[in-house]
């Protein structure tokens, strides 16, 4: 059975460096048929897509976080890392991770339990 | 970016009562659609993918429709255990968006 666990600080001050990582068990990071996903969300709001990654390192981002996100792989480790930079109290979130199959059932199919982040000095 | 919107923003209904979610693209999307439910406390699952079909395990009282910019969850007979928030997403084109969710509370 496949499982994503998220993983980092869950206190960031203002203005630094958030950084979480994603590690996937019972299956390869490494597919063809598989982007690898962050999502947040906000307390007491809807989800926001922040960005994918394939195991080649082709990235996709949402526009309004662009600049200051980097997602990045390791296919030696299974993991995927969300960086996010100068990051302020509105990035303060739950944080997911998520595989989004593109092939047999297009969405977001397994999930980690998410992890909360706070931003704040 | 592709807005998507949905409504109503909060609906209240019955437990063996049907429920009808709605999910607008801001541009055509084809049937690039994925509903997902979020109960309390835990991660999203994913109901239907390609507007239509159901995910893995999702039972048949969920069913999906729409292409092009206008999308339907439904919800027929509802379980107590339905009720929670659901949230479309288009698959479309990058970057993905999610809408705002409904939240599908017991009247």
């Known amino acids: 059975q496949l499982q994503l666990q998220e993983s980092g600080p869950g206190l960031v001050r203002p203005s630094e460096t958030l950084s979480l990582t994603c590690t996937v068990s019972g299956g390869s990071i490494s597919s063809s048929h598989f982007y690898w996903t962050w999502i947040r969300q906000p307390p007491g709001k809807g989800l926001e897509w922040i960005g994918s990654?394939?195991?080649?390192?082709?990235?996709y981002y949402n526009r309004s976080l662009e600049g200051r996100v980097t997602i990045s792989v390791d296919t030696s480790k299974n993991q995927f890392s969300l960086k996010m930079h100068s990051v302020s109290a509105a990035d303060t979130a739950l944080y997911f991770c998520?595989?989004?199959?593109?092939?047999?059932?297009?969405?977001?199919?397994?999930w980690g339990q998410g992890t909360q982040v706070t931003v704040s000095s | 970016d592709i807005v998507v919107t949905q409504s109503p923003a909060t609906l209240s209904l019955s437990p063996g009562e049907r429920a009808t979610l709605s999910c607008t693209a801001s541009v055509s999307i084809s049937t690039y659609v994925a509903w997902y439910q979020q109960k309390p406390g835990q991660a999203p699952r994913l109901l239907m993918f390609d507007a239509s079909k159901r995910a893995t395990g999702i039972p048949a009282r969920f069913s999906g429709s729409g292409s092009g910019t206008d999308f339907t969850l439904t919800i027929s007979n509802l379980e107590p255990e339905d009720f929670a928030v659901y949230y479309c997403q288009q698959r479309s084109d990058w970057p993905r968006t999610f809408g705002q969710g409904t939240k599908l509370e017991i009247k």
């Open positions: 998520a595989r989004d199959d593109s092939y047999d059932s297009p969405g977001y199919d397994y």
């Open positions: 990654i394939f195991y080649t390192g082709t990235t």
